[in-house]
């Protein structure tokens, strides 16, 4: 068969549910990881962490280790190649030097990489590691994060850190009703189920890296600039990843296994412990949020004043723009929204799925709560009473604002009208009942990408693009996009992706993949489709086409461009043993074409299932003496399990983009976004008592109920 | 993990022989403690000797009418037992309320006994830990130690026991048999495991050497009207913060007899004797159980973040002690 | 007396037997991941808090990575590369394809034969902490969601597939057939 037939298909691919193209890989085990493919000659390397929690490295004794059986390096500060790092990569960040090991003899936190033992097996080199002596002058530390400090500084972030409208104090003190509450969010963990790896090698003066990442692009940029190489001699592939959430980008495993690779020029692959991935992984950073709400008797607001504060590390400034939220969510005469940091002797955070929503949609949407009882007014018509025209901060239009709808239906299918407001009246034996509500927003965005097609001879296309599915199901989302642009069926669409070789390409991070994937697939389709004139000859090689939407991304107009969503949680309290349940959860969403029905539920009860997990369970705890992470491990960071997921729906109302090719605008993180407010907005309703720092573990109900 | 040597054991007086006095060997068995705690360096044997095929693996019942339970009987055989779920049902909900179904696959009973703390400064070697490396310091007491012990602590350890089985086993007045080089012993639930006092890293009776064989629990009419609860942080999968194994006996409306042990308060699972005392005899009815409770629970002594076990335990009491009588009243 | 480290031993997997030395430390997940390339076992956490390592051991699962390969040793493996019928999926396998029971994948074979063990386990009337009745004459508790929860908590799911899981598990187990290819038979009976 020689000839095309790109018309005369008559089903939308988008928008039909459609199970993902690599599943029976995945369900049969034969889907291969970063970890899992095999290199002859291969060696292992394992990452030696500091104990000291700041100082200076003095010593290593390399000598008895180099001696154990099997061992082939030991790599650190003072035989280290060296590495460029004063650049700005792919996403406008500086590198974190923690991903640039063994630069220097200076520690800044417990965890912090110190040397790499390589060896001929991972039994050899963990053994090796683990006997490896480092001695340390150590320095006093500091780890505890309070309110108040003084050092704390404003940091923009990817958003300005202070804005203002108005005259915040004015509009307070003429506020009939005002909120003025403190609300906390512990250090939390991304915890992808598969722990980082990456196999470095050199193949005829490339550099070839197996990879778990979100963005091979990204990844080749930033090595490409630490070991000043050609990004073109740089090559990097991700065909399955297990699980991402901000925390797959550069980190010191493959740094340390492209260095070990090039010392020893053979392949060598490093795989982060679980343990390890709790100071090099990045995390999220607690929080410690202030919010005044001033408003009429009726609810409308008067003042929003959010205040966010969040820690880093001594070596890199990043900040959880918790405060973010509010410039987006609800109208208010003033407005003043600010995120600052203090910098700790603490390993450095990173993006964390909704970094800034997720812990700042917890204090606003709870301090919105707390107005809606005291005002006496439903929490529901409380927020649509503060629905905003056009930006609250910004006065920049909204590109689609359907929050409305979302509240309405959801209120609807949850039952919410026949909610009794009176907190602690509801009780099923041991336990008390209680609903709750909140809203959600998360930015939608497309950065430029590039795709290519080709249309082979026998019919079908091969879509190539250096995208990455970790989980979200972008490899069928984008099988059923090129399907319709191409007006054929699904199964003669092949979608290749995680290779870097595929052309530069957005990352899987801001919700912003698969809809910046899509476009530059869209666009290299429709460029096809007119290269491809009905009957005529495909040479064997295929015709092929190339996108790039660098131009079109930048033509968009700026507006306020957002999913939104409503978040409704019913929960059961036992004051008696301070568990919380959560009973059943219903979110409904406004983000934009939802291109797989079946793959995009997952993604939106995924994200509310870590409201969940973030409203009850999860906390990483630190030890102030001596400065690192106690319970590092998956039974001392606990994540929510089978049994703490009830029923648990997601659903979405009509709201395609307009500006965008597919209508698609992103849900990759709305789904957390007001999810833990929702739980604790309930468990306020169940008991009476508001529980303003997070998780809300059964010491802090049982504490509370004391207290009460 | 350095390495070591395996042998795998025949049979009983065999394994005793391989291990002899050596103290850098160790008995494996499921495995699920051992060779975590190999991984985290915690434990270092040079040699392993593989247990888990001892014909120790069966359940019968005694001429007393009790029960001989295997010390390598899986928690899941344990569990699932017909005996055992209608004559001791604390113990089944215990086993059940512990680990997952996988691991529970593979500990036996003799294992999870001699289980380790879950104490994160025990299992973190960059960390002090008087039970890890005896002098070198508690930082749990002024650290983090909200899942801590509130009973039988010491100024040298405050790690709680993490075996829900246990708790069961230690309201039912389990009785554990080992052997030795030396021939066999026996040592009851109660006094199996050391008051921690300043040698918290000697935690139990057993010689040196000892392999346990197997339990016996005494018949127990009263057994078969128990309950064991757990609250833990998440609804399953892990540990408890507290619990309690409770068995209610009522006659007209009086505590004919009554069994009460504490989970997650103490080094070794706390039997409430105390509580016992107050119950037996008395009225069925919520003071009673809060009397007991608060009876047992006058010895605590908490630390600045886990004073919540209190409340928790004589919550859990009364809970646990009220749901029994109400079932005895129907 | 100089004792060895390592040993040749053989292990049973899938039906097939494989010869090969070991270092004692080699874990069972080690050597199917990195001896004997069977890799769609997987190593979440390596210490037993994760279960994305589910493997079934003589029939029953049990975690890999809290299992030295040399006690192995003479017992019989099944991993996610065992439990289809040549080209057709077990039912668990094809419930999780079916209804999107996982979302990157990594945790899905340990689900998988998580599944499989939890669904002979109450097939043979075991009881879990979710069963309110415990009396053996019962039998099997009614396999609701929450039993099925409770079953599968040993298996972290971080994307949190969780409700399609359950959803996946509970439509395999009306199909019955829940015995893996490559284990005895012996639960025909007991699926009830």
Not at chain 1, 227 to 255: I, N, T
Not at chain 3, 83 to 101: I, N, S, W, Y
Request: glycine residues 10%; negative net charge.
């Amino acid at each position: 068969m020689t000839s095309t037939s790109v018309k005369g298909a008559p089903v939308r691919a988008v928008g039909t549910k459609h199970v993902r193209v690599e599943g029976r890989d995945k369900v049969t085990g034969k889907a291969r990881y970063a970890g899992e493919v095999p290199f002859a000659h291969l060696a292992h390397g394992w990452l030696v962490l500091s104990s000291a929690a700041r100082g200076r490295i003095e010593a290593i004794e390399t000598e008895p280790v180099l001696a154990m059986p099997g061992v082939l390096a030991v790599l650190h500060h003072g035989n280290a190649l060296r590495l460029h790092t004063d650049f700005v990569g792919m996403l406008g960040t500086r590198p974190d030097p923690t991903c640039a090991v063994f630069q220097n003899d200076k520690v800044p936190h417990v965890g912090w990489p110190v040397a790499l033992v390589v060896a001929e097996t991972p039994e050899q080199a963990r053994e090796a590691a683990e006997a490896l002596v480092v001695h340390y002058e150590q320095q006093p530390h500091d780890v505890e994060f309070t309110g108040g400090d003084p050092n704390a500084y404003p940091v923009d972030g990817h958003m300005p850190a202070v804005t203002d409208k108005g005259d915040l104090e004015s509009e307070l003190a003429a506020s009939a009703v005002v909120i003025d509450a403190e609300y906390t969010t512990p250090e939390e963990h991304h915890h992808p189920m598969e722990p980082h790896a990456a196999t470095a090698r050199w193949d005829d003066g490339r550099l070839e890296l197996t990879d778990s990442n979100q963005g091979a692009t990204w990844v080749v940029a930033e090595l490409a600039n630490l070991f000043s190489l050609d990004p073109e001699s740089v090559r990097v592939r991700s065909e399955h990843v297990g699980g991402g959430f901000g925390s797959k980008g550069v980190r010191a495993h493959q740094v340390a296994a492209v260095m070990a690779a090039t010392v020893l020029q053979r392949p060598v692959r490093v795989v982060l412990t679980r343990r390890q991935m709790f100071t090099l992984a990045g995390h999220r950073s607690p929080t410690i949020q202030r919010v005044r709400l001033g408003a009429d008797p009726d609810g409308r607001l008067r003042a929003l004043d959010h205040r966010a504060l969040s820690r880093t590390s001594t070596v890199y400034d990043f900040v959880e723009p918790s405060a973010g939220v509010a410039r987006v969510m609800y109208d208010a005469d003033a407005h003043h929204t600010e995120n600052q940091v203090v910098r700790l002797d603490v390993p450095s955070p990173t993006w964390m799925r909704a970094p800034g929503e997720a812990p700042g949609s917890f204090a606003l949407e709870a301090a919105l709560d707390e107005l809606a009882e005291k005002c006496g007014v439903d929490p529901i018509a409380l927020r649509l009473r503060n629905e905003p025209e056009k930006g609250p901060v910004s006065g920049l239009p909204f590109a689609g604002r359907n929050l409305r709808a979302c509240f309405e239906e959801g209120a609807r299918r949850f039952g919410w009208a026949e909610r009794d407001p009176r907190p602690g009246v509801r009780r099923d034996g041991r336990w008390l009942l209680g609903t709750g509500t909140a809203g959600a927003s998360f930015g939608a965005g497309a950065a430029p990408s590039t795709a290519t097609i080709t249309a082979q001879a026998d019919g079908s296309f091969t879509v190539s693009i250096a995208a990455a599915d970790i989980g979200t199901g972008a490899r069928t989302a984008l099988t059923l996009v090129a399907a319709d642009a191409l007006e054929v069926p699904t199964g003669r669409i092949l979608v290749r992706l995680g290779d870097s070789a595929y052309g530069p390409a957005m990352i899987a991070g801001g919700s912003m993949g698969t809809r910046s994937w899509s476009w530059a697939v869209m666009a290299a389709a429709g460029e096809l489709r007119e290269r491809l004139v009905p009957g005529m000859e495909i040479p064997p090689q295929g015709i092929t086409v190339r996108s790039d939407t660098t131009e079109a991304i930048a033509a968009l107009a700026r507006k306020e461009r957002h999913s939104f969503g409503a978040q409704f949680a019913e929960v059961a309290v036992d004051t008696a043993t301070g568990e919380v349940r959560v009973r059943r959860m219903l979110g409904i969403f406004a983000a934009g074409r939802i291109v797989n029905p079946l793959t995009a539920k997952g993604q939106f009860t995924g994200g509310m299932i870590w409201g969940i997990s973030m409203a009850l369970h999860e906390e990483a705890r630190r030890d102030t003496v001596y400065g690192g992470p106690l319970g590092a491990d998956l039974a001392g960071y606990h994540i929510a399990t089978h049994a703490d997921v009830p029923r648990i729906e997601a659903d979405w109302v009509d709201d395609p983009d307009p500006e965008d090719p597919v209508g698609i605008k992103g849900i990759g993180e709305i789904g957390i976004v007001g999810a833990a407010a929702a739980v604790a907005n309930a468990v306020w309703h169940a008991t009476g008592v508001r529980h303003r720092s997070l998780p809300i573990r059964p010491d802090r109900v049982l504490t509370a109920v004391r207290l009460a | 993990m350095k390495e070591f040597t395996y042998q795998k054991a025949a049979d009983v007086p065999g394994a005793v022989a391989l291990l002899g006095a050596d103290p850098d060997a160790r008995f494996l068995a499921g495995g699920t403690n051992l060779v975590d705690l190999m991984k985290s360096g915690v434990e270092r044997p040079a040699r392993l000797v593989d247990v888990r095929e001892l014909p120790l693996d069966r359940i019968e019942t005694t001429a007393d009418d009790g029960l001989r339970i295997g010390a390598t009987v899986t928690n899941s055989d344990l569990a699932a037992h017909p005996e055992v779920r209608r004559r001791y049902p604390v113990l089944t909900q215990a086993v059940l309320a512990g680990a997952s179904g996988q691991l529970r696959n593979m500990a036996t009973v003799g294992g999870n006994l001699l289980q380790r703390t879950r104490c994160a400064y025990f299992t973190d070697l960059t960390k002090p830990c008087n039970k890890r490396d005896p002098g070198s310091g508690c930082p749990a007491i002024r650290g983090e130690h909200h899942n801590h012990a509130v009973l039988g602590a010491s100024s040298h350890c405050v790690a709680v026991h993490p075996s829900d089985m246990a708790v069961a086993l230690a309201a039912l007045d389990g009785v554990v048999h080992y052997e030795t080089a030396d021939g066999p012993g026996e040592v009851p639930i109660g006094w199996l495991y050391l008051p921690v006092a300043e040698t918290p890293h000697r935690e139990t009776a057993l010689p040196p050497g000892a392999l346990i064989t197997h339990l016996t629990l005494p018949p127990s009419p009263v057994a078969a009207h128990s309950r064991y609860r757990k609250v833990r942080e998440r609804a399953s999968y892990a540990f408890a913060i507290g619990s309690i194994a409770a068995a209610l006996d009522v006659r007209d409306g009086v505590v004919h007899d009554a069994r009460v042990a504490f989970g997650a308060v103490a080094s070794r699972p706390w039997r409430a004797r105390a509580a016992e005392r107050i119950l037996i005899g008395a009225q069925a009815v919520t003071e009673t159980f809060g009397a007991a409770a608060d009876a047992e629970m006058a010895a605590a002594r908490p630390l600045a973040h886990n004073a919540y076990k209190v409340t928790l335990m004589r919550n859990l009491t009364v809970a646990v002690l009220g749901e029994l009588a109400e079932e005895a009243g129907r | 007396m100089a004792l060895p480290t390592s040993s040749v031993i053989t292990l049973h997997i899938n039906g097939e037997k494989f010869t090969l030395p070991v270092d004692h430390r080699t874990t069972l997940l080690d050597a199917l991941r990195e001896r004997l390339d069977l890799t769609g076992t997987k190593k979440g956490c390596d210490q037993g808090q994760c279960g994305a390592c589910t493997v079934l051991v003589d029939g029953r699962r049990t975690v890999a990575c809290l299992q030295f390969a040399v006690a192995a040793e003479g017992r019989e493996v099944t991993t996610i590369e065992g439990v289809a019928d040549g080209e057709r999926l077990h039912p668990v396998q094809q419930a999780f394809l079916d209804l999107d029971g996982y979302q990157c994948g990594y945790c899905t074979p340990g689900q998988i034969c998580s599944a499989i063990g939890a669904l002979q386990e109450h097939a043979a009337g075991w009881p879990s902490a979710a069963t309110d009745d415990l009396r053996p004459e019962s039998g099997p508790p009614p396999l609701t969601a929450e039993e099925i929860r409770e079953r599968m908590s040993g298996n972290l799911c971080r994307c949190a597939a969780y409700a399609s899981i359950v959803d996946a598990v509970a439509q395999a187990a009306g199909t019955r057939a829940i015995q893996p290819a490559g284990t005895q038979a012996d639960s025909e009976e007991q699926a009830a």
